[in-house]
């Protein structure tokens, strides 16, 4: 090969890099739009509400923790010390697989117990009243969207009603703040009144951020989905609004 030919080899090489690199800095900057600056630094921590499993006694009055049962097998008992809703371990699978597809980082996976005085992180909570960081994020003054009350999420400037629980679909609420006390953290939470909007909540989340970030850039929002139940794709927004006026209009 010509000298001219080489050098026309090393060059094109080096255009493509470079605008391989480029596309992948926009990539990622676009996702830190959304998920805050975290996420594409592997600090991004996805949480799970941990459950403890009610104190059971024997017919002896003994201590019993052998109170889960595994499907398919007969006669046996299983314990453990804390519990994970399966709707929240979906949740989290959601959101890993986007943060290592689009921020090309791994996420801290903890569960709200092992966290629950640590305020100066990002995070992506799963559940509603079962997540003291869901719990932490409605409540902080930051939060000017919704709060959940008796089986309803409800406005935070007047405590209308935006989605009540229902037998035939589910709802699930997404609420991205940043803290009051910390601005530069993003929190962000998926709950529903069940464990399909949970689910479908975080399944939105993942799979739309794109449009998400295109409505919202940086900023704080709400979205509220409906999702039938038994189908976490079939989540779909009824709302979405990143200012208390529009979240006050919004009717059921």
């Not at 676009?30 to 017919?59: E, I, M, N």
Request: hydrophobic share 40%; net charge positive; proline share 5%.
């Amino acid at each position: 090969m010509a000298i001219s030919g080489i050098a026309g080899s090393i060059a094109g090489r080096g255009i493509w890099e470079a605008g391989r690199h480029a596309f992948s800095a926009a990539a990622h900057w676009r996702y830190a739009q959304l998920f805050g600056s975290d996420a594409t630094s592997g600090k991004l921590h996805l949480v799970v509400g941990a459950l403890v499993p009610p104190a059971c006694q024997d017919q002896a009055g003994n201590p019993f923790p052998f109170i889960f049962s595994k499907p398919g097998l007969l006669n046996a008992g299983f314990s453990t010390s804390v519990a994970i809703p399966s709707c929240e371990v979906r949740a989290a699978k959601y959101l890993a697989e986007s943060v290592a597809v689009n921020a090309r980082r791994l996420a801290i996976l903890p569960t709200d117990v092992d966290i629950a005085d640590k305020g100066d992180l990002s995070f992506v909570s799963f559940g509603i009243m079962s997540n003291l960081k869901t719990v932490q994020l409605l409540e902080n003054s930051g939060n000017h969207f919704a709060r959940y009350h008796e089986g309803q999420f409800i406005t935070k400037l007047s405590g209308r009603v935006l989605a009540r629980a229902s037998q035939q679909t589910d709802y699930g609420l997404i609420v991205k703040v940043h803290p009051s006390n910390l601005p530069d953290k993003t929190w962000i939470c998926c709950g529903g009144f069940g464990e399909w909007g949970t689910s479908g909540a975080a399944w939105y989340l993942s799979r739309k951020w794109r449009n998400i970030r295109s409505k919202f850039t940086r900023h704080p929002f709400i979205i509220i989905v409906k999702v039938r139940l038994g189908s976490d794709e079939s989540a779909e927004p009824i709302l979405m609004a990143d200012t208390p006026e529009e979240v006050e209009r919004h009717i059921i």
